[in-house]
């Protein structure tokens, strides 16, 4: 080890990205992988900017209480994971922590003073075991596996601790057959999605170019060689999807399914490859939490952006006068509209549309909203605030995947009228610093 590049720090706390913050003795601000709050550690700088610098911990001189030994093989090469030196129990304070100094931080006085009644983590039964889809990246070589940390270096892997069990059967079942090298050799990643409601798996190749008869030949083999419950697709970025090859076949087996509870049960369905809440358990909670929010009635009428496949829209359309949902990808508004059809729901009405486009669009309408319910990918939702204030009445709930984002969101919407109730994280993805949280801003 380079001695110039080995420093003993103590850390002060983990900030957004799951970094432990620290000073170097000269003064100098650095981020540490895998440092917990209060532990003493040498550390190894890995990148030197003008701010601040880069480090990974490379010895505990005085643990943390809560350190434990990561229990995946790959921990510390693989760049997925970067919360497992930690039991779950101080995974979530310190996501909770994490919200609170980014609240506190704000300039805002009305998003600072919410920083103390930030609500605790929502964990989650299954802290393993929970994706249900995993997207494995492919190098020159064909190896398979996740990117390296800061890199796009591939460590291979034969298994991954945050799949469903069944994903990881599949892996090893299929990832050392012919078919899959031979279609991994051409690929720059392959998906493996679960089907929660059928308990099928489908994998979807990226493929480098268009396919050729070698290609449908393998693809149709790992299908069949896989059992009746394996679906391959080929898709890429100049031509259309193919498939499923496999068991069984049809337009139809595109799609994946999941079951909510309710009387009766609601069906969603999503077409392969296309956006689904990765922890199929957590998102019952997630959903729950924004129905119980929303507080609506059979007189409500709500908006939901970023709808998806109707995520939120059909549990709440169950409840309210009307639902309308936007969503500018296409995939997810036949989605939508498949499944509030299959679930005989006729105050439903989705737009496919960017949602800035469609906020103005619903503006010059001269439209308005009991409850709208916001959902944005993690650039959030600049922009929007302004409209926002002019289309909702009552309450906006606002589902985040990034905190800091979050922050300035409700910042500017706290400038239109808004002000913050309830602030709830969930613990969607156990392990990593992820964090989705939603908050409750109701019109002053």
């Not at 409840?319 to 439903?348: M, T």
Request: hydrophobic fraction near 40%.
């Amino acid at each position: 080890m380079n001695c110039k590049n080995s420093q003993v720090v103590t850390i002060k706390k983990v900030v957004n990205g799951g970094y432990g913050l620290a000073s170097l003795p000269d003064g100098k601000t650095v981020l540490v992988q895998f440092g917990l709050p209060g532990e003493t550690a040498t550390i190894a700088i890995d990148r030197q900017h003008k701010q601040l610098d880069h480090a990974r911990a490379t010895a505990i001189v005085a643990p943390h209480r809560g350190r434990i030994e990561p229990p995946c093989p790959f921990y510390g090469r693989c760049g997925g994971c970067n919360l497992q030196h930690a039991n779950y129990d101080t995974q979530c304070r310190l996501k909770h922590d994490i919200l609170v100094d980014l609240f506190a931080r704000s300039p805002v006085p009305a998003i600072s003073s919410q920083a103390s009644s930030i609500a605790p983590v929502r964990g989650a039964a299954q802290p393993f075991g929970y994706r249900q889809r995993i997207r494995l990246r492919i190098d020159d070589r064909g190896q398979v596996g996740f990117h390296r940390f800061h890199s796009h270096q591939v460590v291979p892997i034969n298994r991954c601790l945050l799949a469903h069990p069944l994903i990881n059967e599949s892996l090893n079942r299929c990832g050392g057959a012919k078919p899959f090298r031979m279609l991994a050799g051409n690929s720059e990643s392959v998906e493996f999605l679960l089907d929660p409601r059928e308990s099928s798996l489908c994998l979807l190749f990226q493929l480098r170019r268009p396919p050729r008869p070698a290609d449908r030949t393998a693809a149709r083999q790992l299908g069949e060689g896989g059992g009746e419950r394996t679906r391959i697709l080929l898709v890429g970025r100049n031509f259309a999807a193919e498939g499923p090859f496999g068991t069984p076949e049809g337009a139809a087996s595109r799609l994946l399914s999941m079951e909510l509870p309710g009387t009766p049960p609601l069906m969603l369905a999503w077409e392969a490859g296309g956006f689904s809440q990765v922890n199929n358990d957590q998102n019952r909670v997630l959903i729950d939490c924004v129905t119980s929010l929303a507080a609506i009635d059979e007189t409500s009428r709500v908006l939901d952006l970023f709808c998806g496949m109707g995520n939120f829209s059909l549990p709440l359309a169950r409840r309210a006068a009307h639902v309308l949902g936007i969503e500018s990808q296409g995939s997810a508004i036949r989605s939508a509209r498949l499944n509030a059809a299959r679930n005989n729901l006729d105050n439903l009405t989705f737009r496919q549309a960017a949602a800035v486009d469609g906020c103005r669009q619903l503006v010059e309408e001269a439209q308005s909203f009991d409850v709208i319910v916001c959902d944005p990918p993690r650039q959030g939702m600049p922009g929007l605030a302004a409209l926002l204030g002019r289309l909702c009445h009552d309450r906006l709930i606002y589902v985040s995947c990034d905190p800091a984002t979050l922050v300035r969101d409700c910042a500017e919407l706290t400038a239109t009228g808004f002000r913050v109730v309830a602030i709830q994280p969930i613990d969607m993805f156990p392990q990593t610093h992820h964090i989705e949280t939603v908050v409750l801003l109701e019109k002053n």
